[in-house]
């Protein structure tokens, strides 16, 4: 599976951005899809999650501002509403395998988030 993420960008505090991430090759393998974000000085962490059943879960700081949905098997989007200064970060798109002891997990280049204050 290759990842590739779109959509970073430059924002004001309380504007939006949506991160989209497309996947190619076997994604029909992917049992979580995710986003995680690096902020400057600080360890990766997640962001949100979906399942392949929909189950959808959420870090605390971005409940309520921030959707991850997927219309389609081979994509995920990250719609980040309500932006602040503290959402800045490298976003990182990232899949989970149904069988881990077959398959690896993936991660995408990431892209960047700037927000302004």
């Known amino acids: 599976v290759q990842l590739q993420a779109f959509g970073g960008g430059l924002v004001q505090a309380g504007g939006f951005l949506r991160l989209s991430c497309v996947a190619s090759?076997?994604?029909?393998?992917?049992?979580?899809w995710g986003w995680y974000r690096q902020p400057p000085g600080k360890e990766r962490e997640v962001v949100a999650t979906?399942?392949?059943?929909?189950?959808m879960n959420y870090v605390d700081s971005v409940k309520g501002r921030f959707i991850i949905s997927r219309d389609n098997p081979y994509s995920v989007d990250l719609q980040m509403n309500s932006l602040r200064p503290e959402d800045r970060a490298v976003y990182y798109c990232?899949?989970?395998?149904?069988?881990?002891?077959?398959?690896?997990?993936?991660w995408g280049r990431g892209t960047q988030v700037t927000v302004s204050s």
């Open positions: 990232h899949t989970y395998p149904l069988c881990p002891h077959y398959d690896p997990e993936y």
């Open positions: 979906i399942s392949r059943n929909g189950d």
């Open positions: 090759g076997n994604f029909f393998s992917v049992k979580t």
